[in-house]
């Protein structure tokens, strides 16, 4: 009997100490991980990609996304301490994508730099990113696994045992991985659509600029199965709809933020 409630209190512990709340939307969210845990996983998973594709070696372009990421992340509003941003542009022109790490890590390949005609197209890109960062979606997302697995996983994370440990680093290690390679779910994608917007807007970018490149994804990705960025984030029409309303909402924001930079 004891050994049964032993991880079932555990398992309630986690659940009541891991609700958090989404500052921008408000949502609340089960996160069993810490921000310090999560920010490790991204370095792991960010230096696993740094290994399988060559960052782009172009000082200008890489520059420029610098430039961009800094300034959508500057417009969060908020400290993060445990954010040290990073915007690296990956050479693989084939892949129209982009994705973002817990700790603050974003890359963009090069195929969605090319496809984007406008530094406002970027930023929304950039925005959407650095709202799956502060919404802390990957911590959720690795939370989620873990429980999936069962309450074993979870006591590992609470106890010194070391077959529960075991349990739970095996979950924890196919959470990392998932980091980059799973897509986030419909329910995050349209959150970091919209918390992102913002931050784009906030930061002086055409808020306008998403919709119309979400249009071109649509029209240019037909047919075309390696364009990863799809499969992750498809360019629904309902996307696009929610993003062209909520760029209307924006524009007194942006017109704003945009003498800033003038
Ligand atoms: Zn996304």
New binding site residues.
Partial sequence: MKRLLLPLAALALSIFTGCTTVPETGRRQVIITNEATETQMGLEAFAAVKKETPVLNDAKVQARIERIGRRVADAVGRSLPNAQWEFVVFNDDKTVNAFALPGGKVGVYTGLIKLASSDDEIAIVMG??VA?VTSRHGGERASQTTLAQGGAALVGALSENSEYKNAFNTAYGLAAQGLVLLP?SRL??SE?DNVGLRFAAGAGYDPRAAAAFWKKMQAKSEGKEQWKWIS??PPTAERIANLEQLATGLMPIYEEAKKKYQ
Avoid: S
């Fill in positions: 959407h990113e799956h986030f995050h994608e970091a992750t984030h």
